[in-house]
């Protein structure tokens, strides 16, 4: 049974910081890229940061760019966001999802890339 669980969402202030795992079990994680993915109010779902297999890292765009890091334990089964400097436009949902490849390609960031998804954990960023 493929579990994907994010833990870590909460209430912060701007400029405040916040760490996210996500914990996976039921599948080969290190066959895939992991990835970061959130939903705004209003707004679709889009990837913001993968890790491939290897934990080579990559964005999509520069929303969080210098701001937020991606990173992966594979040993652990396991897959982190940092999140400094946050703003209350990062308020979303944050979900953790593994895509069909072990690189970042194929349009990572979207939807149709994704195998296994995690509930979400929600990010609520307060002015």
């Known amino acids: 049974q493929v579990e994907v669980v994010e833990s870590g969402g909460g209430l912060v202030q701007t400029g405040g910081s916040l760490n996210l795992t996500c914990t996976t079990s039921?599948?080969?994680?290190?066959?895939?890229?992991m990835v970061w993915f959130r939903q705004a109010p209003g707004k679709e779902r889009e990837g913001i940061l993968c890790a491939n297999w290897k934990g080579g890292r990559f964005d999509n765009g520069d929303s969080v760019k210098d701001r937020f890091a991606i990173s992966r334990d594979n040993a652990k089964n396991t897959l982190y966001l940092q999140m400094n400097n946050l703003k209350p436009e990062d308020t979303a949902i944050y979900y953790c999802?593994?895509?069909?490849?072990?690189?970042?390609?194929?349009?990572?960031?979207?939807?149709?890339?994704?195998?296994?998804w995690g509930q979400g954990t929600q990010v609520t960023v307060s002015s």
């Open positions: 039921g599948f080969s994680f290190d066959d895939y890229a």
């Open positions: 999802a593994a895509v069909r490849t072990a690189y970042c390609v194929d349009e990572w960031y979207n939807e149709g890339a994704v195998k296994y």
